[in-house]
């Protein structure tokens, strides 16, 4: 027999089961070393090659004093939690790995950073540790304090393949960006409405969010509906529901393709229409938690705020794979839109019994699934 790869046991500690995680087990000291020394090399990289990991927009974050006592705090949380790990457990893959980790994070930490172009080609790797971090620190508590299904773990099937499209999503951001607003670009170097984009952009601020998150719910209301109802575009939009678990990562899940058509078709227009860009940033980042929060394995009764938004039971049902939640539910952030148009469905008290699509035809594996539209 063949022995296990370094890859097979670490995912096998990460994925243990629940009884071996226990208070006391090392188990979870090895996972936040883990954790730690991840986010620390990302973040000294970032910092060590700012023109190629980081987004201009984020800069300043990192240029801040306080980031390399952050930093330095990180590492040091790491390092002890991961020599906790080592005497607590047996396996002693985590805290060996978190080790090992932050030792390099230090080692790029010390060069300073190599000054590069912030124009040009970046990737979000700042982005990408900041989204997981943010709405991983958030969510976590919420669905292991709260859980629609008790039985998920944290590390469950597919969780490698989410936590992939959260990635790839991220260091792609100025690929997605510029060729979703190549359109808008355009209309734009026209000079187009310039009486109208100003008066928009006088509107208050809190004016200028509703509108947006009014006005892409209702363009991604048809948007999502053609993307089940269209068998091409259908085969894109399987990937994101191939999921059978339903936490805050799954949302995640979407093809690269469909990513690009989503912001070009919503979010991106608001820009030609005369929306503050601060304003639109503001939309996006309420997206970002939104989307987690719908997703999320939380079984919260939020009948009070049903009628009004979208709520985790809501979206839930649109994931469901029975029949009676295919082809329901198909607005992001208001019901009312299903309600207008007949796809509503919101059984009394009732969530779906399991999710994903009957005979699950989507294969495994982001590459796979990247294809998976363009193969008969």
Known sequence: MNKPTFRQKLRSELETKPEERKLGSGWLSGLLAFLF????LFLSLCRAFPGVFIMPELRPIFDHPWFSLGLM??????????LLNLVLRPNR?????????????????QFGSVETSREGLFFGLDFFVLNVVLTGLLFVPIERA???KREQRLFRTEWREDLFYYFVSSMM?????YLAMAPANAINAANAWEGFRAAVFALPMVVQVVLI???????QYWLHRAF?????????????????????????????????????????PMFTLGFNPLAIQIYLLIVYFYSAFIHANVGWNLKAAEPYVATPRFHHWHHG?????????????FPLFDRLFGTHHMPETRWPKAYGIKGHPVPLGYWKQFLYPFKR
Request: charged share 15%; no cysteine; net charge negative.
């Open 37 to 40: 020394s991840v986010a620390a």
């Open 73 to 82: 705090a990180v590492m040091v949380a790491g390092f002890a939690l991961a």
């Open 93 to 109: 893959i985590l805290g060996l790995t978190a080790i090992g980790l932050t030792l390099i994070a230090g080692f790029i930490a």
């Open 146 to 148: 709260f859980p629609l």
């Open 173 to 177: 951001v100025q690929v997605l960006t």
């Open 213 to 219: 998150m009014f006005f892409t719910d209702f363009v």
């Open 228 to 268: 089940h109802r269209v068998p091409a575009l259908w085969r894109f939009h399987a990937v994101h529901h191939s999921a059978k678990s339903m936490d805050w990562i799954a949302g995640a899940r979407m093809h690269f393709l469909e990513v690009i058509v989503l912001r070009g078709v919503t979010a991106i």
């Open 321 to 333: 794979e029975e029949r009676e939640a295919i082809d329901v539910n198909f607005a992001i952030h």
